[in-house]
């Protein structure tokens, strides 16, 4: 499997640190508002990339956080009148729905920011102790050029940086021993939530997070770090200087960066009016046509938002979801049941669809490709069954077209609706859970509910439910 790594600019061939594992991170969104679609871009991408490393039987360790304690936040809870961790909660649990609408599986774990204060004052002192960090005034800074190899990841220059990035000059800390360093600890300013530390009673910088949940969650190497690309400089050189001056080893082994979502070929901006969010999209089309558009183009190309992109999206998913409803009805209206041999060839025959979905997904994930290839396997299907084949056969056509689909995160076989007694009896069972303390159990049946649209209200007189 190649994947194309940024820090070295080619495609290498993915060896894992460890045999049958990966270890991946992914720097997750700022929560001060409904994630927009450009947020969801890495989210569905890097969903799909560990979703294909799970076929190819890796077990995944997926670990993408929460900031949910920086500059905007702060703001906008300002704004509100409510607290930042109030504000962060609510837009963290609206993710989460958003995230369940586009099938992007809940990481192995999410921490928040604000819950791994104590682990990164930890490692803001180790890397004082080390040198790579000094206080001033109650402000801890990264003493940058004492990291040589800064710059490796964006490929820039530290004296190109020094006479160029004029932004990256005028940062109004002029207590800071050189214009690069940047901050892994501020103290507060009135109204500001903060936590006490050995410099001051203040909040970390944005850096410091990833650097301290990824050694946290996944030890201090790891084999993948993904993220959009606007986060190659500064975040992603940041957490490379934090972690490999505290660790003394490679951060991470393949770094992996998204392109940009425009919108009507053009940034998608506050200020340009022209800001969507997952929500928005989600009451226009079924978020699942938004995760098919994302999967249409190349994860490193940038990718343009448009009405007739989404629409050719919309046609593409019901081709591949119109096959499977097919198969299914032909499956309840033959009467064979057994593969004949020559059913058994021609199912053999549609393996080539597979290898071609697989050699896409090997080459850097080309979902594009690997897309054609389901359409491929979906032409074959439609053009090599019909009621005289046997349930079997139709059976395993479905099941090949269903698992290719599942692993671009696809859902494409129509939903079975669960019947009123089959909710009824789960309702039961969760009360007497619930009643026996059972807890886990209580929320695994309101949650797998859910998941089949089905929502639970406790109300005085008893639980009700209702689809939603
Ligand atoms: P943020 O909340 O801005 O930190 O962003 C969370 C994630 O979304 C990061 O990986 C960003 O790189 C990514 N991202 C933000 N805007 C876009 C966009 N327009 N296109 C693609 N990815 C984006
Ligand atoms: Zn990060």
């Not at 900031?67 to 930042?84: C, L, M, R, W």
Request: glycine share 6%.
């Amino acid at each position: 499997m190649k994947l194309y790594n940024t820090m070295t600019r080619k495609k290498e061939e993915f060896q894992p640190l460890e045999e049958g594992k990966v270890k991946m991170y992914v720097c997750g969104p700022t929560v001060y508002n409904f994630i927009h679609i450009g947020n969801a871009r890495p989210m569905i991408i890097f969903d799909t990339v560990r979703r294909y490393f799970e076929y190819k039987g890796y077990e995944v360790n997926f670990v993408s956080n929460f900031t949910d304690v920086d500059d905007k936040i702060i703001k906008k809870a300002n704004e509100e009148g409510i607290s930042a961790e109030e504000l962060s909660q609510h837009y963290i649990e609206e993710c989460k729905k958003d995230m369940a609408g586009m099938n992007v599986k809940p990481a192995t774990t999410h921490p928040l920011a604000t819950q791994e204060i104590g682990g990164m004052i930890e490692m803001i002192a180790q890397l004082i102790e080390k040198g790579y960090a000094y206080e001033k005034n109650g402000t801890v800074y990264f003493r940058t050029r004492k990291f040589t190899p800064y710059g490796k990841l964006s490929h820039k220059n530290l004296d190109d940086l020094r006479s160029g990035g004029r932004s990256l000059l005028v940062s109004g800390e002029d207590e800071k021993e050189d214009p690069l360093d940047f901050v892994l600890w501020k103290p507060k300013k009135e109204g500001e939530p903060s936590w006490p530390s050995p410099w001051s009673d203040g909040r970390p910088g944005w850096h410091i997070e990833c650097s301290e949940m990824s050694r946290k969650y996944l030890g201090e190497q790891i084999d993948i770090h993904a993220g959009g690309e606007d986060l190659i400089f500064p975040h992603h050189e940041n957490e490379i200087a934090q972690s490999e001056a505290v660790n003394g080893k490679e951060f991470a082994r393949y770094w992996m960066h998204n392109g940009f979502l425009n919108i009507d070929n053009r940034k998608m901006a506050k200020s340009l009016g022209n800001f969507r969010t997952v929500r928005e999209i989600g009451e226009q089309y079924d978020l699942q046509v938004l995760r098919f558009f994302m999967l249409s183009a190349h994860y490193r190309s940038p990718l343009n938002f448009s009405a007739e992109l989404m629409q050719a999206a919309k046609n593409g998913l019901e081709r591949i979801c119109t096959a499977a409803a097919n198969l299914k009805y032909l499956m309840g209206n033959t009467k064979a049941e057994e593969m004949t041999e020559a059913e058994e060839e021609s199912f053999a025959q549609s393996e080539q669809y597979v290898k071609e979905f697989e050699a896409a997904m090997e080459d850097d994930f080309n979902t594009a490709d690997a897309v054609s290839a389901i359409f491929e396997l979906v032409k074959f299907a439609n053009t090599n069954s019909s009621t005289e084949n046997s349930k079997a056969y139709l059976k395993a056509l479905l099941e090949r077209i269903v698992k290719l689909s599942d692993v671009l995160g696809l859902i494409v076989e129509p939903k079975e609706e669960l019947l009123a007694e089959d909710i009824e009896a789960l309702i039961t069972e969760r009360q007497a859970a619930r009643k026996a303390k059972n807890f886990a159990r209580a929320d695994e049946i309101r949650n797998g509910l859910l998941e089949k649209g089905i929502i639970l209200e406790d109300t005085r007189e008893g639980v009700k439910w209702r689809r939603a």
